[in-house]
Every structure is written in structure tokens, then in C-alpha cells.
């Protein structure tokens, strides 16, 4: 079956760093994008960025841009999350899906995995 398992959260103080990552199994990775979405306390799902299945293109939400970073490494089976000048408000628990690009937006496909904690406080 389809697995994905992100790691690399914690807690991290206002502008500091860190690295998430997501391992997939039990499909053709390569053939899909793959996104990165969060739930902070007591709010919905947010998309935060899709990268496509040949790692070339990716796009972000307005408020991450110019410091969080998406990329793919398939020979892994890994899809990465780069985080940069990390902001209180990007506290939350983070997941990565497999993506539909068939439209003008993202549109996830299948399960997710568990997540993985991030907090951001001093």
C-alpha cells in the first residue's frame, strides 16, 4: 500500500531553520507531484507548496515564499521541505501527499502519512 512518512520537525526558535522530510513507498513516485500542506492549532488544512514529478517546477502559498523551499530527490523516494527565517506563525503539524496538476490548482491524491511537528517558539 501507500506509505508516506515525514520527519525532521521540532521545536525551532523565530528565525531558525529546518528540514523536513517525506518517504514514499508503495507506488511509482516518480510519476507524481507531491505537495506539502499544515493544520496549526485550531485551523484548517493549508497548502503550502507543490513540486511536480520531475522536481523542475514548484510554487508556494504567499506566505512562505522567498524563505521555505521544495524539492525531490527520486532516486529516494524523498520529497524535502527546506525551512528558512521560520516565523511563529508557521507553527503546525505538516504532512506531504501525492498531487493531481491537472488544473489551475493542486488537488491531493490518496492517504497521507502521520506528520510531523513544528513549533516555532522562544
Known amino acids: 500500500e501507500v506509505q508516506l512518512v515525514e520527519s525532521g520537525g521540532g521545536l525551532v526558535q523565530p528565525g531558525g531553520s529546518l528540514r523536513l522530510s517525506c518517504a514514499a513507498s508503495?507506488?511509482?513516485?516518480?510519476?507524481?507531484?507531491m505537495s506539502w500542506v499544515r493544520q496549526a492549532p485550531g485551523k484548517g488544512l493549508e497548502w503550502v507548496s507543490v513540486?511536480?514529478?520531475?522536481?523542475?517546477?514548484?510554487s508556494y502559498t504567499d506566505s512562505v515564499k522567498g524563505r521555505f523551499t521544495i524539492s525531490r530527490d527520486n532516486a529516494k523516494n524523498t520529497v524535502y521541505l527546506q525551512m528558512n527565517s521560520l516565523k511563529p506563525e508557521d507553527t503546525a503539524k505538516y504532512y506531504c501527499?501525492?498531487?493531481?496538476?491537472?488544473?489551475?490548482?493542486?488537488?491531493?491524491?490518496?492517504?497521507w502519512g502521520q506528520g510531523t511537528q513544528v513549533t516555532v517558539s522562544s
Open positions: 501527499s501525492r498531487t493531481i496538476l491537472d488544473g489551475p490548482s493542486p488537488r491531493p491524491l490518496g492517504s
Open positions: 508503495g507506488f511509482t513516485f516518480s510519476s507524481y507531484a
Open positions: 513540486i511536480n514529478s520531475g522536481g523542475i517546477r514548484s
